[in-house]
């Protein structure tokens, strides 16, 4: 039986992974094989040099205004839109909540829930956390509550953070990001073969999901082989 995989780089701090999470979700939904698709998550660091958790007193939209050179108004704008646009996708941001800080962490659990069998769960709930709940992405006490609603033990999920525990795994991941020359996040690499970037509608994922299949080679092997497609699109 033939098997797709779709590679997903994305970041928690990340509004529009959220929404292009709900929206390969809405492209799985509709696509005829869904059962033989494998979603895996990779991890994608925006701002590396982040501090564990930044300072409270400076809001998103301060931070935003800094970052980019323009006015307070026109960085809450900008939040507006990003708040308008989640909700058609059916979710519900609230930046003035968020909390943010450095992902690494959150990236090193992401791997370990893996292996356990509940990513997506564990995926889920630190974006739900970040971005609607106010939950610190960085604290580590955090991190092990909502891993630990979503599935993974409590026991564990603290002693991976007491190590280094999957910290290669995550370089290893941002540094397949590197040579695939992925810049921004989202980033789809469906089958091997087919590369989507940023949260692209879910008849445009629906429709790589369908040629992937269809050029499914017989074995992963095979499908290793195939060349992965730029920001432009898929030739």
Known sequence: MKKLRVDVWSDIACPWCYVGKRRLEAALA??????????????????????RERDT????????AQKYGTSRQQAEAMLARMTDTAKGDGLDFHFE??????????????????????????????????????????????LVRMAAEAGLPEEETRKVLATDAYAAEVREDEAQAQELGISGVPFFVI???????????????LEALNRAWKDLAPTAADAAQGAVCGPEGCA
Do not use: C
């Open 57 to 64: 007193s400076v809001s998103n939209a301060e931070r935003l």
């Open 191 to 205: 089958g091997g073969r087919y590369g989507l970037s940023g949260a692209q509608p879910a008849e445009v994922i």
């Open 97 to 142: 909540r968020q909390r943010s800080g450095n992902t690494f962490d959150a990236h090193r659990l992401l791997h370990l829930a893996a292996e356990r069998g509940v990513q997506d769960a564990v995926k889920e709930r630190f974006l739900r956390g970040y971005m609607t709940d106010g939950e610190a992405i960085g604290n580590p006490d955090a």
């Open 30 to 51: 509709r696509f005829r094989w869904r059962d033989s698709v494998e979603v895996v998550w990779r991890a994608f660091e925006l701002d590396p040099s982040s501090p």
